[in-house]
Structure formats: structure tokens, C-alpha cells
């Protein structure tokens, strides 16, 4: 079974340019988040999708950052315009909710570098 | 086998000891915890979970204990072999709302 895809996986920009990362969640999974991971610290919640819905973006940074969901599958995070403190490790995860539980499967990541 | 009382960001232990990562979380209310492992270059994969009506759960030479009562959480890794090198990250969730994740601790296991 294929994993959560997520591409690109380095990008490197300069400050005050846009950016954009893609994510293909695991066929199936109805949920999905997308995380920001500074170094050293533990992944953030940006934002979390249940099917096409944005059903927590309370952490989301809506001056700077949008996200969309289209047709409930894969999703696309944009930051525009990318600040230095943007630099991190941009995770995508999906998961299958039932029962209460969440196994959420995580991407590789974007390593997003703004000079 | 090595331990931490409280959470340390390294733990380093020879091959074939074993490991406890400690991990202590922030809300009474959460229902439900992860462990996580994350090699360099990867995103977190899953480990175990237990739920919070459970105080243990056994995996594959991996034991998760939750004790409430001190809002405390650890992981134990029997036999911990060099591939077991890597960031381990508690998480904790609250019913309906999203994973919160804890500190990491680096584990080094040297042959």
C-alpha cells in the first residue's frame, strides 16, 4: 500500500516569495492534516481536514498561509509571502477515523528553506 | 536497562539494553496517546497507543505504561537494537480535537 506522498520534498526560496506543497493522503483516509515541524520540536497541527472540510484552522496563520482540499483528496499548502521563521519541515499525515482512533500515517515531509 | 525519571532530550544505551523514554503530558481531559519514532529525514511513524482506559499495552518488544495519575506516559524498548536509533515523540489527544505532540528524546544505541 502506497503512503501519504508528498512533494516536494526540499525547496529553497527567498523571503517574501510564495511556496507551495502538495500532499496525496493514502487512498481511503477521510481525514487529513497538514503540520509544521521546527527543528528539534514535536510536529504543530496548521490545519485538519475530514473529507473537503477544514474542520480545525485555529492554528493556521491565515495572513500568510492557505490550504485547500479540493474533491476531499489530495491538498495543496501555500505560504504567501514566505517569512524566514517559515523555515521547517512541512508534514502531511492522513488517517481513517473509526472507533475513536486515529492512526494518523505521516508523510516524508517538505524541508522548506527561506534565505 | 537505562531510564529517565523525568523527560531528557538524549538517551543513549549500548546494544541489547533495555530502553524507557519518559514523556509527560499537559491535559487531563486527553483520552487517547502515540508514541511516534522519527528517523532523520522521515516523518513520524507510528508505534503504539493505548487508550486511557488502559494503564499498558504490549507490541513487538515495545510496552506503553500510563499512569493518570501523574499525567505521566512511557515507552519501553526490550532488546533496543541500533535500528531503534532515532527521535521518539509522545502524543496525547483529547476526544474530537487534534494530536498534541511532547518533547522528543533522541535515542542512540551503540553496538
Known amino acids: 500500500e502506497a503512503g501519504v506522498v508528498q512533494s516536494p520534498r526540499y525547496k529553497i526560496i527567498e523571503k517574501k516569495q510564495p511556496v507551495a506543497f502538495w500532499c496525496n493522503p493514502i487512498?481511503?483516509?477521510?481525514?487529513l492534516y497538514w503540520y509544521r515541524q521546527n527543528l528539534g520540536q514535536g510536529p504543530e497541527l496548521l490545519i485538519r481536514?475530514?473529507?473537503?472540510?477544514?474542520?480545525?484552522d485555529s492554528q493556521l496563520p491565515k495572513d500568510r498561509f492557505s490550504a485547500e482540499r479540493l474533491k476531499g483528496v489530495d491538498s495543496t499548502l501555500k505560504i504567501q509571502p514566505a517569512e524566514l521563521g517559515d523555515s521547517a519541515v512541512y508534514l502531511c499525515?492522513?488517517?481513517?477515523?473509526?472507533?475513536?482512533?486515529?492512526?494518523?500515517?505521516f508523510g516524508p515531509g517538505t524541508r522548506l528553506t527561506v534565505l | 536497562g537505562e531510564s529517565v525519571g523525568l523527560h531528557l532530550p538524549t538517551l543513549s544505551v549500548q546494544e541489547g539494553d533495555n530502553s524507557i523514554i519518559n514523556c509527560a503530558y499537559s491535559?487531563?481531559?486527553?483520552?487517547?496517546f502515540i508514541w511516534y519514532k522519527q528517523e532523520s529525514g522521515k516523518g513520524p511513524q507510528f508505534i503504539i497507543d493505548?487508550?486511557?482506559?488502559?494503564d499498558k499495552r504490549q507490541g513487538q518488544r515495545v510496552t506503553v505504561l500510563l499512569n493518570k495519575t501523574v499525567k505521566h506516559l512511557s515507552l519501553q524498548i526490550a532488546a533496543t537494537q541500533p535500528g531503534d536509533s532515532a527521535v521518539y515523540f509522545c502524543?496525547?489527544?483529547?476526544?474530537?480535537?487534534?494530536?498534541?505532540f511532547g518533547k522528543g528524546t533522541t535515542l542512540s544505541v551503540s553496538s
Open positions: 502524543a496525547e489527544r483529547q476526544a474530537g480535537t487534534a494530536l498534541i
Open positions: 499525515a492522513s488517517s481513517l477515523d473509526r472507533e475513536g482512533l486515529n492512526e494518523q500515517f
Open positions: 491535559n487531563s481531559a486527553s483520552d487517547y
Open positions: 493505548i487508550r486511557s482506559n488502559m
Open positions: 487512498s481511503g483516509h477521510n481525514t
Open positions: 481536514y475530514e473529507n473537503e472540510e477544514a474542520v480545525d
